[in-house]
């Protein structure tokens, strides 16, 4: 696990500004769930995984030089870099870089410096999300993310690989249906020596839609799809008790679920 940044107190995001009213969360039902807290810890949290076909990871943070949430985030964001360094991780070695989604938080860090952060890496994403960003995107939502979803595409070019749910992508690295999030949302499942770990993406930002499976977020863009999604990937970890990875949750984002009646728990595994 490698963080690209965590925002801390002061600059956390406000609950309010992710489950709202028109994403069909009443605030007096947001505040009754919250019992008194007000923000959640949003991290960015990329999983490298060692395949036989090469290092790869999942997802890649917002990159260097983002200001696109304002002038404050762009000195806790864009770590991803120092952190592999750290990790004794080289960029020119990364053989793969597989999105769950095309949405700039998860990636412009491959591509924010106008030219590809992983030279010799070979990209792979859902055929529907490189379909939509390829085409006419009226929906007000995405367009903070357009600009990057198609340089993504562009920069990649021949070495961008669409891929459908099901789909082995590499080794023990394998495509579960996650849409609604995005029209291209994917979940991630890795298996390795009897172990599995799921990567849920954007299937969730807080415990909070654990405990209320039914909240969207603005950013979900068929949000029906989206809870569908959600309800059906966190009764398959709780029932199959697979360890998830949550790419926003707190650092390094690893945690298991459980069933509590009709919703369900989150249990972060604080010694990761």
């Keep these: 696990m490698v963080s690209d940044g965590q925002p801390g107190p002061p600059f956390e995001p406000a609950l309010g500004d992710f489950f709202t009213p028109d994403a069909g969360v009443p605030a007096d039902i947001l505040q009754d769930a ?42 806790l964001v864009g770590q991803l870099d120092g952190g592999m360094t750290a990790a004794g991780l080289s960029r020119a070695n990364l053989a793969a870089v597989v999105f769950t989604h095309l949405h700039q938080d998860h990636s412009r860090g491959a591509i924010w410096s106008g030219e590809l952060t992983f030279p010799g890496a070979t990209a792979f994403a859902h055929s529907s999300e490189v379909a939509f960003w390829s085409g006419t995107v009226d929906l007000a939502s995405a367009q903070p993310h357009l600009e990057a979803a198609r340089e993504t595409i562009r920069l990649f070019g021949e070495k961008l690989r669409p891929f459908e749910y099901g789909a082995e992508i590499l080794p023990g690295v394998r495509a579960i249906a996650a849409l609604g999030h995005t029209p291209g949302h994917a979940a991630i499942l890795l298996q390795s020596q009897g172990e599995r770990l799921l990567c849920v993406g954007d299937t969730f930002y807080d415990p909070l839609q654990l405990t209320n499976p039914t909240w969207a977020t603005p950013w979900d863009l068929d949000a029906p799809a989206s809870v569908a999604s959600r309800r059906h990937l966190l009764e398959r970890a709780a029932d199959e008790q697979i ?30």
């Design 34 to 75: 919250c019992r008194g807290r007000s923000t959640l810890t949003c991290g960015y949290n990329c999983l490298f995984v060692n395949t036989p076909d090469g290092m790869a990871v999942v997802d890649t943070g917002l990159g260097p030089d983002f200001l696109g949430y304002g002038e404050y985030i762009e000195p």
């Design 243 to 272: 360890l998830v990875h949550a790419y926003h949750l707190p650092f390094p984002g690893l945690g298991r679920v459980q069933r509590d009646g009709s919703t369900f728990t989150w249990h972060p595994l604080h010694d990761c």
